[in-house]
C-alpha cells in the first residue's frame, strides 16, 4: 500500500519561500499538491504528470509555485516563492495511476498524504 509523507511546512514571512517534499510516490503514479485553509475547500494547487512531461498550476500561484518530482527517490516537490498570507493552509500531497489532467481537483486522486502546514505572516 502507498503512503504519502509531506514535509517542509512551516512558518515564513510574506515574500519568503518554502520547498515542500512528498515522499513515497510510486513509479509511475501522477502527482498533485492540494492545499485548505480553515473553513474553506480543498483547492487544487499543481499537478505533474507520471514522467514529468506535463505540469499544471491554479492560476492563483502560477509563476510562484513549482512542482517536480524525482523517481529515483519517490520523491515530490513543491517550491513556493514569493509567498502571501493568503497561501497559508495545511498543504497535501496525492497522487494516482489514472491521469485524468486539469482541473485539478481531489475526486481524481485516490491516495493522499496527512498534510504540512503552511502560514505566511504579513
Known amino acids: 500500500q502507498i503512503q504519502l509523507v509531506e514535509s517542509g511546512g512551516g512558518e515564513v514571512e510574506e515574500g519568503g519561500s518554502l520547498r515542500l517534499s512528498c515522499v513515497g510516490s510510486g513509479f509511475g503514479m501522477h502527482m498533485a499538491w492540494f492545499r485548505q485553509a480553515p473553513g474553506k475547500g480543498r483547492e487544487g494547487v499543481a499537478l505533474?504528470?507520471?514522467?514529468?512531461?506535463?505540469?499544471d498550476y491554479a492560476d492563483s500561484v502560477k509563476g510562484r509555485f513549482t512542482i517536480s518530482r524525482d523517481d529515483k527517490s519517490n520523491t515530490a516537490y513543491l517550491q513556493m516563492n514569493s509567498l502571501r498570507p493568503e497561501d497559508t493552509a495545511m498543504y497535501y500531497c496525492?497522487?494516482?495511476?489514472?491521469?485524468?489532467?486539469?482541473?485539478?481537483?481531489?475526486?481524481?486522486?485516490?491516495?493522499w498524504g496527512q498534510g504540512t502546514q503552511v502560514t505566511v505572516s504579513s
Open positions: 496525492a497522487a494516482d495511476y489514472t491521469w485524468r489532467g486539469p482541473p485539478i481537483t481531489s475526486s481524481k486522486f485516490r491516495v
Open positions: 505533474i504528470s507520471a514522467y514529468s512531461e506535463r505540469t
